[in-house]
C-alpha cells in the first residue's frame, strides 16, 4: 500500500470529492500532528473552482452522531458578528444559521450576544475573571491562546464533534494548539489579496491590469499614483489597538524577512525576536517613505483601519489597498445605495476593481493567517458555574460543519472546515463573488501570529505603537525598532 494510499484510508469520510483532495495532493497527514498540509502548487485559483460543487453533505445527520437532535438544553454565546456596515448578505447568513440551529435542535435554548471586535476582548477577560464568561466564545484566531494558557478554557479538538484534524488548516490548528493541548476548533479562515483601481493606474501611466510585484515596487506604484493625479496610492492602515493594523504590515514584515518573533519561519520557536532585524527595518521603512517622506498614503492612515478607506476607494480618490474577498461585496453594496453623481462614480471604481496576490518581499511572499476560532470556556469559569456540554458541542459541530463554515464566510472569510471548499455553496460563493478565487489562492502564503499569551499585546499595541513612533517622527526609525524590540523582550520575560 502506498503513502497516499494510506492518508486516504485514514479520513473518516470517504465522499468522492474528499478524497479526490487527498488524491490530489491538497490533503495530507503529518507523521507527529496528523495535520492538514497544503500543496501550493496544487492551491490556484483554478484548483479551488475545480473542487467546488462535487460534495454534498447533510449538517444535520453529521452533528446528529455528537449531539442527538432532540436534546434538551441551553448554551450561552458570544461572538463578533455582523456589523450594520457589513454587506446584507452577510447579515442575512447569520440570521439563517441561528434559524437553521433552532430548527435542527428546537430543544436547545440559545443565549447569544453579538459583540463589537474592539469591545469583545476586555468584556471576555473580565467575565472570565469575574466567572460570568459565556459557554462558547468564537474569537478571532488573535486571542485563543491568552486564555488557554490562564487555564480557562476546555480542551476541544474536531474529533469531539466528529470531525478530523485533516479537515482543518494546519496554520488554524497551530492557532488552537498550547503545550500540546487542542483547545478549539477553526471555525473560518481568512486571508487578504491586494486590490486597486485600474482606472487611477491608467491614469497614472500605470498598466492597469499589473499591480505591483514586490514591495519595494508598491511603494513607488503609491508615488507615482500621487505625483500623477493627486490622489493617495496606497491605503496605509496604522491605527493603535485596532486588528486591521497588524493584519496589514506583518505580512510586509514577514516578507522582507522581519517579524515579531520568529513566527514566519518553518519551524517557529517563538524564543527569537525579530522585530528589530533588518527585514523589519525594511518594512517599516516602506511605511516611513509612504507617510513622510511621499506622501502618498491618506494623512488619516495614523486613525484608519480599513473601514475608514472604503470612502476613499469608493470615491476614486485612494488606488491600493490590502482587503478581504468581501471588499468586492462591500463596494458592490455601495455603489447599489449610492444615489445622484455617485453612484455613477461608484459603479465605475467597481468595474476597475481588481485583485491580485500581495506583493513579493525580499524573502517570501505572505499574508496573515487569520480567521476565528470557537472555544469552550470551563465550568469554573462561566456563568452559573457549568457548561453544558452536549448542548454546546451541538453548536460547535453545527458553526465548524462544511455548510455552515462555508456560508457564514459567504463574503467576509473562508470555511475553516476544507470539505467546505468542495461544497455546492462554495460554487455559488464562487460564481457570485467576483475575485474570492484570487483571494483564496492566498491561503498557502499565510502566517499565524505567534501562538503566545502575548500576541494580543505585540500585535495590536507594539507594532502599531512602532509604526505610530516612526511615522509621527516622534522617533527615527530605528529608534521606534529599537523601541519595540526592548518591548517584546521585556513583554516575553514577564517584567
Known amino acids: 500500500m502506498t503513502a497516499q494510499d494510506q492518508r486516504v484510508r485514514k479520513l473518516r469520510r470517504t465522499s468522492t470529492a474528499f478524497v479526490a483532495l487527498v488524491a490530489a495532493g491538497a490533503i495530507g497527514m503529518s507523521s507527529a500532528m496528523a495535520q492538514t498540509t497544503i500543496d501550493r502548487s496544487k492551491w490556484s485559483p483554478d484548483y479551488v473552482r475545480e473542487i467546488a460543487g462535487t460534495l454534498e453533505v447533510d449538517t444535520a445527520k453529521e452533528c446528529a452522531e455528537v449531539t442527538p437532535l432532540d436534546y434538551e438544553g441551553k448554551v450561552t454565546f458570544w461572538y463578533v458578528g455582523p456589523t450594520e456596515a457589513e454587506p446584507d448578505l452577510h447579515k442575512q447568513m447569520d440570521q439563517e444559521f441561528w434559524d437553521a440551529f433552532k430548527e435542527t435542535y428546537p430543544n436547545i435554548e440559545l443565549t447569544v450576544q453579538n459583540i463589537n471586535y474592539n469591545q469583545m476582548l476586555d468584556k471576555l477577560r473580565t467575565a472570565s475573571l469575574g466567572r460570568a464568561a459565556p459557554m462558547l466564545a468564537r474569537m478571532p484566531i488573535l486571542w485563543g491562546v491568552e486564555f488557554a494558557a490562564k487555564g480557562f478554557l476546555q480542551e476541544m479538538g474536531p474529533e469531539d464533534v466528529g470531525y478530523t484534524v485533516d479537515e482543518f488548516w494546519p496554520g488554524a490548528m497551530k492557532s488552537v494548539t498550547w503545550e500540546g493541548t487542542t483547545y478549539g476548533i477553526p471555525t473560518n479562515n481568512e486571508t487578504m489579496a491586494l486590490i486597486w483601481n485600474s482606472e487611477l493606474f491608467k491614469e497614472a501611466g500605470l498598466d492597469p491590469e499589473s499591480p505591483p510585484a514586490t514591495w519595494d515596487q508598491l511603494v513607488e506604484y503609491s508615488n507615482t499614483i500621487k505625483q500623477e493625479t493627486g490622489k493617495s496610492g496606497y491605503g496605509l492602515v496604522a491605527r493603535v489597538n485596532a486588528g486591521n493594523t497588524p493584519f496589514r504590515f506583518m505580512p510586509v514584515m514577514w516578507a522582507e524577512g522581519g517579524g515579531a518573533l520568529d513566527e514566519a519561519e518553518d519551524n517557529p520557536t517563538y524564543e527569537d525576536v525579530y522585530i528589530g532585524n533588518a527585514g523589519s527595518k525594511k518594512a517599516l521603512q516602506h511605511a516611513y517613505d509612504m507617510y513622510v517622506r511621499d506622501k502618498s498614503v491618506p494623512v488619516s492612515a495614523l486613525t484608519n483601519t480599513q473601514t475608514e478607506n472604503q470612502d476613499p476607494f469608493i470615491a476614486g480618490q485612494l488606488a491600493m489597498v490590502i482587503a478581504h474577498p468581501a471588499e468586492y461585496a462591500t463596494m458592490l453594496d455601495r455603489a447599489r445605495k449610492a444615489t445622484g453623481s455617485d453612484k455613477e462614480i461608484a459603479q465605475k471604481v467597481v468595474d476597475n476593481m481588481r485583485y491580485g496576490l500581495i506583493p513579493e518581499g525580499d524573502v517570501r511572499r505572505s499574508v496573515v493567517f487569520g480567521g476565528s476560532n470557537i472555544h469552550m470556556f470551563k465550568d469554573d469559569f462561566v456563568d452559573g458555574g457549568e457548561v453544558d456540554r452536549q448542548a454546546a458541542l451541538a453548536l460547535v459541530c453545527f458553526m465548524t460543519s462544511p455548510e455552515w463554515s462555508t456560508k457564514l ?87
Not at 412 to 437: C, Q, V, Y
Not at 447 to 466: A, D, H, Q
Not at 481 to 493: I, N
Open 409 to 495: 464566510s459567504w463574503v467576509i472569510s473562508n470555511p475553516g472546515n476544507l470539505r467546505g471548499f468542495a461544497t455546492k455553496w462554495n460554487k455559488e460563493r464562487l460564481d457570485s463573488i467576483k475575485f474570492l478565487d484570487v483571494a483564496t489562492s492566498m491561503l498557502p502564503y499565510g502566517v499565524p501570529f505567534p501562538v503566545i499569551p502575548e500576541s494580543t499585546e505585540i500585535m495590536n499595541i507594539i507594532v502599531p505603537g512602532m509604526l505610530q513612533n516612526a511615522l509621527t517622527e516622534k522617533m527615527t526609525v530605528d529608534e521606534a525598532l529599537a523601541d519595540a524590540d526592548d518591548k517584546v523582550k521585556e513583554l516575553r520575560s514577564g517584567l
